[in-house]
């Protein structure tokens, strides 16, 4: 028995089958500890890696497994799983196109071109994703993810958008373009309307990022944007952003089951 396990930068993610289903946990809801326990108590025996947060900390975890890694470069295995994962993940879901954009928001946002040829990462990503939305959430007072996730659903963001300095673009996507992020604050302003302007912030950045893409001519995204990584599965106003803003732009976003569990779902596949 055998498990793909994704050492994140933040998150550890594990997937395994029992009793012919497959098993997802990651460490957002379960310690690493008790991650390692399960795997065990269900016949898990070897462990193939992948992600580069994996350390000394987390060995000590795995020391009763056999724990695998693709041979050569890190970051390409990386690049290779995570597009494999996806893949399998959408196929799941009925999809059965070539080629599609996967963005990647988990600590940090990356985009990679997936073709039927390979999978081709951008060599620049965005410091803007969960790390962003989390640190600021901390600063602002948020206890915890979940906490900041749930009471950015309760406000409106502090965003200055077109329609509030052209109050005849109102009800209009033009009206709903955000001028600046956090444009409104104050320092009375509610912390949940501070942390949804957090979550837009990352959602403008990053559907900015795909509209650059299609400048570059030998990076041209497909119509199909998939979205995978915590942050997403996580924030649910991140999510229906990202759904209006790609469909603005003339693309079809998919946010596949599970996710966020593309790269261990290549690791769980990795040729052995």
């Known amino acids: 028995m055998k498990a793909g396990v994704d050492f994140g930068t933040s998150l550890v993610k594990a997937v395994w089958m029992n009793d012919g289903k497959f098993r997802f946990s990651s460490t957002a809801d379960t310690g690493l500890e008790e991650i390692a326990k399960q795997l065990s108590a269900d016949g898990v025996r070897r462990v193939h890696r992948a992600g580069i947060g994996y350390s000394d900390d987390c060995a000590g975890y795995f020391k009763n497994f056999e724990v695998r ?23 799941n879901d009925g999809y059965q196109g070539d080629s599609f954009l996967v963005v990647s928001i988990g600590t940090g946002t990356s985009y990679t071109l997936v073709t039927k040829d390979g999978a081709t990462k951008f060599p ?35 965003d200055l958008c077109i329609k509030d300095m052209i109050p005849n673009r ?22 949940s309307s501070a942390y949804a302007s957090a979550i837009s912030t990352v959602a403008v950045a990053t559907i900015r990022d795909v509209m650059l893409l299609g400048m570059i001519p030998n990076f041209q995204p497909p119509k199909d944007i998939v979205y995978v990584g915590s942050t997403v599965a996580r924030t649910l106003v991140l999510k229906n952003l990202l759904q209006v803003y790609s469909a603005a732009i003339g693309k079809t976003p998919h946010f596949p089951e599970h996710g966020e569990f593309a790269l261990a779902v290549g690791a769980y596949h990795m040729q052995e």
């Not at 109102?170 to 912390?191: I, Q």
């Open 69 to 91: 890694t693709a041979e050569g470069d890190p970051i390409e295995n990386e690049v290779r799983l995570q597009a494999e994962g996806t893949r399998r993940l959408l196929e």
């Open 124 to 158: 620049i990503g965005n410091s803007l994703g969960g790390g962003f939305i989390n640190g600021l959430g901390q600063v602002l007072g948020a206890s915890d993810y979940n906490d900041l996730a749930t009471r950015s659903t309760e406000s409106m963001p502090l």
């Open 170 to 191: 109102a009800g209009t996507f033009e009206g709903e373009l955000v001028v600046a992020n956090f444009g409104k604050g104050k320092s009375d302003s509610e912390k």
